[in-house]
């Protein structure tokens, strides 16, 4: 017999996560679990305002499609990702759906979720950067030290409009790598972007990601001409990118499995990316290291990782995923 379940994650964060257009202190995920005999399979499902998402909407779907899903629970997993994604249900909610269908049905037979999917296993440990949220300049340096950042390969800081500049020269200060900047659509225009990249200007920034809104194709355009460092799109990346687009408004993007609606759509995403000669990048939502594990699972030959969704988390109920000196570490005992 095949259940299905949606549960509450109600996530304590270990500090105020602010970024351009919001902050909180705490997250208000959910878990999906099916059942199979003595196998179970489960994926996490991260709402996310920006796309309109929330717990309580995502649970009334859930709802409303638990009688068509046990109905459609003996397909192959290729064929319930397709079944998923024709149903009118948020991105989110289409990721915890397929995930928890994928590790249900390796954990019946034994094998990875790379092997199910055809691709290269990923490495025995993945390294991802560190992002900062915004927060006064002057706190920086004690948020480096009292963290212990210097062991990530990477930091990525989190800016506005306002501040945007300080914060990242005092990255620079107290950190040696390389360091990302992620504007999440704070500026409007180009020029005030190229004015940006003039005050900061270092051979250590890494890329910019999402500097102006979703929208400003045509300053993402001339942006890309003239910018200095890589442009790296996050927020215009969601589950169908048009790549003929973005190819000319970017050098890169990131792909979120949350916003993509699970592994076979996200992995379609990155292949079509690198046809294009495009950077992949895959990110993450807050999450705990249940909807990590799964990201990892598509990380091997991807250019940059940005899977610390779990690190601000207080009390993850997951251990999936372990961090040592900056690399992360699955635990294979998953299956």
Not at 135 to 140: D, E, F, T
Not at 266 to 271: C, D, Q, V
């Amino acid at each position: 017999m095949i259940t299905w379940e949606i549960a509450d994650l109600h996530l304590k964060l270990l500090y105020e996560w602010k970024i351009a257009r919001n902050a909180s202190s705490s997250k208000h995920n959910l878990v999906i679990t099916i059942r199979s005999d003595d196998f179970i399979g489960q994926g996490e499902v991260a709402p996310n305002v920006r796309y309109g998402e929330s717990a309580e909407l995502l649970h009334k779907q859930f709802s409303e499609i638990r009688p068509i899903l046990i109905r459609n629970s003996k397909l192959s997993p290729v064929e319930f990702s397709s079944f998923i994604h024709s149903l009118p249900i948020a991105n989110a909610l289409k990721n915890g759906l397929e995930t928890a269908y994928i590790h249900l049905h390796c954990s019946q037979q034994q094998i990875s979720v790379a092997h199910l999917l055809g691709i290269s296993a990923p490495e025995p440990q993945v390294y991802t950067s560190y992002t900062l949220p915004i927060m006064p300049a002057a706190q920086i340096g004690e948020f480096i030290a009292k963290h212990d950042l210097t062991r990530f390969k990477s930091l990525k800081i989190k800016v506005n409009k306002e501040t945007a500049v300080d914060l990242v020269m005092e990255t620079l200060r107290h950190y040696n790598g390389p360091v990302r900047i992620d504007g999440n659509e704070t500026w409007t225009n180009a020029s005030e972007v190229l004015h940006f990249f003039d005050a900061v200007a270092s051979d250590r920034v890494e890329f910019m990601e999402q500097p102006l809104p979703e929208k400003s194709v045509i300053e993402y355009r001339k942006l890309k001409k003239i910018s200095p460092i890589p442009i790296i799109l996050d927020e215009s990346i969601t589950d169908n990118p048009n790549f003929d687009s973005l190819a000319e408004q970017c050098q890169g993007i990131n792909m979120k499995m949350m916003k993509a609606g699970g592994y076979y759509n996200g992995l379609a995403i990155l292949r079509e990316a690198q046809k294009y000669d495009l950077l992949t990048m895959i990110g993450c939502m807050i999450e705990t290291t249940l909807g990590i594990f799964s990201a990892i699972n598509l990380s091997n030959r991807i250019n940059y990782l940005d899977l610390d969704g779990f690190f601000v988390i207080e009390n993850d109920p997951f251990t999936l995923v372990k961090e040592e000196n900056g690399g992360l570490i699955v635990n294979k005992e998953i299956f």
